[in-house]
């Protein structure tokens, strides 16, 4: 982990890295905020593909001031970096739809199960060591997913079902990303994420182009300009504070998008979404408590 050269205290570090993060989190929810706006005319796939061209843009000129397009080319594993970016794309795309028929709070309820799915992924996969007690987590979080789809009692949604795939098509993503990073760059891997994202999400999109009024050209632009501007946030936020401590207030999104859904959309949170949004929280956050204390 690269390490911030500051003059400020240890302490002092700490809270300005967990303030960019809460701060990058706040961003994310504002975004699908607008995604959930813009879905309801345009077609998911048509916002994908800017997204990603603007991403392309943004990745070719990072890769160019951190050492050239000829030295980021340079992959040991082409296919799984091909793999991973069309994934990405479909997982980005899933999401959108999930957005179109569910509400904020419900989808990112649901989709929170993500790093529970992605540590039981990376024990099958990467052989990667899973503790008892990161097991029970998992199980904890699987119930309070289990209670928002609430299966078999009447109210139970196959919209539902979309933000879960979304999830397990994330974990997939992370996996192949620390696969994948073992032996190419973070430049490498932003730029095959970039070009590939841009083709695939290209084929699926440009067939189905509709011309975007003043209005959602300009939210379009928002939603470009603020994606990079949280992943910077949050880069800048690893600089001041470890992994570690930060990965707990990632679920502060959970939060930040129940609000706006709340306030935005006018949205209402029964009683079993916030049962198992505080359950599938509390399963990722002790997991990684007793991953990062190293107890069994």
Not at 47 to 66: D, E, H, I, N, S
Not at 173 to 190: A, C, E, H, Y
Not at 234 to 241: D, S
Request: charged share 10%; aromatic share 12%.
């Amino acid at each position: 982990m690269e390490q911030s050269i500051s003059m400020t205290s240890p302490a002092k570090d700490v809270r300005i890295g967990i303030g960019l993060c809460l701060l990058s989190m706040f961003i994310f929810a504002m975004q699908d905020g607008l995604t959930k706006t813009l879905v309801k005319d345009l077609p998911v796939v048509q916002l994908v593909m800017v997204r990603y061209w603007f991403f392309l843009l943004f990745a070719v000129v990072f890769v160019l001031l951190k050492g050239g397009l000829k030295r980021a080319v340079r992959t040991g594993q082409p296919m799984l970096q091909v793999l991973r970016a069309l994934l990405g794309v479909f997982e980005i795309a899933v999401f959108g739809l999930a957005l179109r028929y569910l509400g904020l709070a419900e989808t990112h309820a649901i989709y929170a199960i993500f790093p529970l799915l992605t540590m039981l992924l990376a024990a099958l996969v990467l052989r990667e060591s899973v503790s008892l007690r990161q097991t029970l987590a998992a199980m904890v979080g699987f119930a309070g997913t289990l209670i928002i789809l609430q299966p078999g009692m009447g109210v139970f949604s196959v919209a539902s079902l979309i933000p879960l795939l979304s999830a397990f098509m994330f974990a997939v993503f992370n996996v192949l990303t620390r696969k994948i990073s073992q032996t190419d760059s973070f430049s490498t891997n932003m730029l095959y994420m970039g070009f590939w994202g841009a083709v695939a999400s290209t084929m699926m999109g440009g067939g189905q182009w509709v011309t975007p009024t003043a209005p959602q050209w300009g939210l379009m632009l928002v939603l470009c300009v603020t994606g990079v501007a949280a992943q910077l946030l949050l880069l800048q936020a690893f600089k001041y504070t470890a992994a570690v401590t930060l990965q707990p207030f990632n679920y502060a999104l959970l939060v930040f998008a129940s609000l706006i859904g709340v306030v935005w959309f006018g949205e209402t949170l029964d009683g079993f979404l916030i049962v198992g949004a505080i359950l599938v929280v509390m399963g990722g956050i002790w997991s990684i408590t007793h991953a990062a204390n190293g107890r069994s």
